[in-house]
């Protein structure tokens, strides 16, 4: 089956630059906020070694690999369900992906311009939640007197009007949908398409030195569980996929590195949803 990512995360963080490296696209990725205007939208097959020894198993002469969609917007800046930077008008975009990927940044480069003015994971990571229920918030607001209305009408169910009605309450505490899955039914929001009621995965761009560090990797996990995390070096990452398969394996072998961004984040993704390539 097909799984779509969308991919969040505050303007230079290294959306883009993962983006262009697990779709091997060729999209902006400037040192300035909203490079990314436009959502790219990247098709990739997910690697899976035992699919040609399923193949000659099974006598099939096409293998047909699961794909994952990534779908990347401009930035989401502190204050865009409020009309600030380029507003949460993108967000329409990633509305009917299966998860949520949020890019944060972990590492430490002066040439690289961070919109806050320092780099601290925790905060980017409560900017982007907030905006994310925010824009749910407001669009179970402008449904809700529609709904009560129809449900008078007997248009609607009732079971579907009070998962609004307690989605709202969720929101207005600044608290996802998912994360508050046992308080209300998620499947009776689905025609909503909110945002939060997807599950979240937590990509962390670090550099090299950040992925050698277990103490740090662990605490960042710690911090977003049970959401999973996948931790990767975007321009690692962009320079592996300028390379053939031989050589890219030579180089993630070089690195001590067992899978390729790409391999993480979509199994991540699979994992995220209970799903099985």
């Not at 193949?55 to 293998?63: D, P, R, T, Y």
């Amino acid at each position: 089956m097909a799984l779509t990512i969308g991919i969040v995360g505050l303007p230079n963080v290294g959306k883009s630059t993962m983006f262009n490296a697990l779709t091997r696209a060729d999209v902006l990725a400037a040192n300035y906020p909203f490079a990314t205007i436009e959502p790219n939208v990247g098709v990739v097959p997910l690697p899976d070694s035992r699919l040609p020894q399923l193949a000659e198993i099974f006598g099939s002469e096409k293998i047909l690999p699961a794909t994952v969609s990534f779908v990347d917007i401009a930035g989401i800046v502190k204050g865009a369900s409020e009309g600030e930077g380029l507003g949460n008008q993108f967000l329409a975009n990633i509305r009917e992906a299966d998860a949520i990927c949020q890019v944060t940044r972990g590492f430490q480069d002066s040439d690289v311009v961070h919109v806050a003015g320092e780099v601290d994971p925790a905060s980017d990571i409560d900017v982007i939640t907030t905006e994310l229920a925010l824009a749910d918030l407001q669009s179970v607001e402008k449904a809700l007197p529609r709904l009560q209305k129809e449900l008078t009408n007997k248009k609607v169910s009732k079971a579907y009007v009070e998962a609004v009605e307690q989605a709202e309450k969720i929101l207005s505490d600044g608290r996802t949908l998912f994360s508050a899955r046992d308080e209300v039914d998620l499947d009776e929001l689905k025609p909503l398409q909110l945002l939060t009621a997807k599950p979240f995965i937590y990509v962390f761009n670090l550099d090299d030195d950040g992925l050698a560090d277990e103490e740090l990797k662990a605490s960042l996990a710690e911090s977003v569980a049970p959401a999973v995390s996948v931790f990767l070096n975007a321009q690692f990452e962009a320079e592996l996929a300028e390379l053939d398969e031989d050589d890219a394996a030579e180089m993630l072998a070089d690195a001590g590195i067992e899978e390729s961004g790409l391999e993480q984040l979509a199994k991540a993704g699979y994992e995220a949803l209970g799903l099985q390539s």
